[in-house]
């Protein structure tokens, strides 16, 4: 799930970036632009507050987003570095807890990454031939982190193919030998691949499907001139410290120029023009008065405070599920709340057509998880394991960092793989120890381990039965058993 499942610019010069007129549509080489000076008309600090609170929840999506972008496509020297942009990086292997760019990752498919520039022209995405016994999944995320669309086996049938994805402003025809066109709505997007795993001796099948993934730009495959390059960007180096205090909304007047304006978001794009988030123009937190910076920190804090209340009330509870929080942009209806809540605690999930997520906060008694504290028990009835078309995992991550747990059997999801390897109580029943020591050499087989401290179980369903999503299937809780 990424369901429960992002640059510092001050002082950094824009030169070369686009920058976006009043068409909405980035300029071909805009010039660099003076800092704000909205320091000098400050909006009323309980004003300031309030659009710095909106804007949090509406804009974090898009520096999460960028968090991932750069360190995945531009810090070359970073240890998340996978390829450039416009090129496939391929994980070799699941993730780990060394693994810590994207919180709550999924470790049952390995991972491939393709960061999309389509400003110059689309790009050509190759498929080899899967067959219809592996799980993949091309998941196709626009800046926004909206899923505009996916490339899986409902669109290649198992077969080989080319699809052809393209940003905002191409107008051209798909030439021939093209199966499908995929249209982003940002100029920049991401092409996250997930290729089922079967067991450990299944690696090197993946790695070989992997190596035949391929990308081109559309003129090397129809094999015409290649458009002018598109203007240089100067991509500000990602700070976390930076990202989650006032300078959060420098990283956001970055990223508008390439954020197509929506109509339906125009009014909150007048509001972060109040507080000097401009498209093109750098925000510069430091010319704002001592007053002015605590207000847009003190909305920060009031947007995580409505998250937390939220998940309480609204996730925690299942009235809200993962299907809500992800999806493309008609799916989630203008909700910022839903892809504010996605993105924070788990950027990237799927959408429910492709993948349901069932977090696990709390205890059967609505306490929540931890492993220092209890031990817990999670038994599925003969009958009653997660009815899918692919496969299900319960995947454990610790409740401070959102990442894997390291345990000594590096063991950090039990999955519908393993059901052969798992033991069955003699109604035919499973149970699964969820706890941080280990729950004796009998039961090692069914153990998920967790951490000494406060934890999280997902539980995701790839391909997922209708009674999942529509939760006629119902999970069984997690109980207490020390």
Known sequence: MRLLLVVGLIAIPLVGCDRQPSSGKPAADAPRVAAS???????????????AKDAYIWGFPLVENYKTLYQQALDRNGPNFHAPLNAIGNSANVAT??????????SDTPYSFLWMDLRAEPLVLS?????????????????????????????????????????????????????????????FAYGLMRTQLFDPQDLDNV???????????LSAFAGTPAPPAPPAVKFPPYDAAKANGPEFFSYLAFLLPYAPLNADEAGLRDRLAKIGVVPGKPFDADRLSPAARQALQDGIKDADAELANFVATQ??????????????????????????????????????????????????????????RHDYVLRFAKDGLPPTNAFWSMT??????????????????????????????????????V??????????????????????????????????????????PMEVSR
């Open 37 to 51: 000076t909205a320091a000098a008309a400050e909006p009323a600090v309980d004003e300031l507050r309030a659009i």
């Open 97 to 106: 807890p060394e693994d810590t760019a994207i919180i709550t990752p999924n």
């Open 127 to 187: 498929i080899p031939a899967i067959g219809d016994k592996r799980y993949f999944s091309v998941q196709l995320i626009d800046l926004y982190t909206f899923n505009f669309d996916y490339i899986n086996q409902s669109v290649t049938k198992g077969e080989a193919g080319n699809y052809l994805i393209a940003g905002p402003q191409w107008k051209g025809e798909a030439p021939k030998g093209i199966d499908k066109v995929f249209r982003s709505e940002t100029p």
């Open 207 to 217: 790695k070989r499907l992997q190596a035949q993934y391929k990308v081109q730009p």
């Open 315 to 372: 996730i925690n509870t299942d009235k809200v599920s993962s299907a809500d929080l992800f999806g493309s942009r008609a799916q989630l209806k203008g909700n910022a709340m839903y892809r504010f809540a996605g993105a924070k605690q788990g950027i990237y999930g799927n959408s429910a057509s492709e993948a349901d997520y069932q977090a696990y906060f709390v205890d059967a008694k609505g306490q929540p998880l931890d492993g220092g």
């Open 396 to 433: 454990m991550y610790d409740g401070k960092t959102k990442l894997l747990v390291d345990n000594p059997l590096d063991r950090y999801l039990i999955n519908s793989p393993m059901l052969p390897s798992l033991k069955r109580d003699p109604d035919g029943s499973i149970a699964l120890y």
């Open 435 to 476: 706890q941080a020591k280990s729950p004796g050499q009998d039961k090692e087989s069914n153990w998920l381990p967790a951490p000494t401290g406060p934890f999280y179980v997902i539980l995701r369903n790839y391909s997922p039965r209708p009674e999942v999503v529509d939760r006629t299937w119902k999970r069984p």
